[in-house]
């Protein structure tokens, strides 16, 4: 089964990863807030923005989130949106990358999410968007600018994962994001 979607992504169906299957709900806490945020930030209607992504939203379990598209597209602003999470501190950051070599607190971007918006020709049109439980932060990043970062080998619960390593004071509070 497949397709593509508003946007231009196709959509591929594999089976999720349990991995992520208890962080489900709060995962789809942080696409409320990040969905907030973005009407509230460019003066969109509930309409303006469609939920693009393979789970964004719901609270079913689906497939694997790496293969989705970004989790939120604006067609009046040709921009996708895609959510991640995180429940450090800045000094929690600090601590946890300086045991992996990195001088300053940063926030991971995940290789496969950038390499699925360079192969649909968006990266220029597409934001990650964190939203941090430990502080209540919710800062922007324009997609374009992780692929500047280096890549670093990050081991979780079931595997090893390869994430731009962007630093914390690199990402943009709501107020400053601009679209084109």
């Given at each position: 089964?497949?397709?593509?979607?508003?946007g231009?992504f196709?959509?591929?169906?594999?089976c999720?990863?349990?991995?992520?299957?208890?962080?489900w709900?709060?995962s789809?806490l942080?696409?409320?807030?990040?969905?907030r945020?973005?009407?509230?930030?460019?003066?969109l209607?509930?309409?303006?923005?469609l939920?693009t992504?393979k789970g964004?939203?719901?609270?079913e379990?689906?497939?694997?989130?790496?293969?989705?598209?970004?989790d939120?597209?604006?067609?009046?602003?040709n921009?996708w949106?895609?959510?991640?999470?995180?429940?450090?501190t800045?000094?929690e950051?600090r601590?946890?990358c300086?045991?992996?070599?990195l001088p300053?607190?940063?926030?991971f971007?995940r290789?496969?999410?950038?390499?699925?918006?360079?192969?649909n020709?968006?990266?220029?049109?597409a934001y990650f968007?964190?939203v941090?439980?430990?502080?209540?932060?919710?800062?922007?990043?324009?997609a374009r600018?992780?692929?500047?970062y280096?890549?670093?080998?990050?081991y979780e619960?079931?595997g090893?994962?390869?994430?731009?390593a962007?630093p914390?004071r690199?990402w943009?509070?709501?107020?400053?994001?601009r679209?084109?």
């Open positions: 089964m497949g397709g593509r979607l508003q231009g196709p959509v591929t169906f594999n999720f990863q349990e991995r992520y299957m208890n962080r709900q709060e789809n942080c696409e409320e807030i990040a969905l945020i973005i009407r509230l930030n460019f003066g209607e509930p309409e303006d923005v939920p992504g964004a939203l719901s609270g379990l689906l497939d694997d989130p790496l293969e989705s598209p970004p939120f597209y604006v067609p009046k602003l921009m949106f895609e959510v991640t999470s995180s429940n450090l800045s000094e950051s601590g946890r300086a045991r992996h070599g300053a607190p940063h926030i971007v290789e496969g999410k950038v390499e699925l918006l360079k192969a020709r968006a990266l220029s049109r968007i964190s941090n439980w430990a502080d209540g932060t919710v800062l922007f990043l324009p600018e992780a692929a500047r280096d890549m670093v080998d990050w619960q079931g090893r994962e390869r994430y731009y962007v914390w690199e943009l509070k709501p107020g400053r994001v679209v084109r």
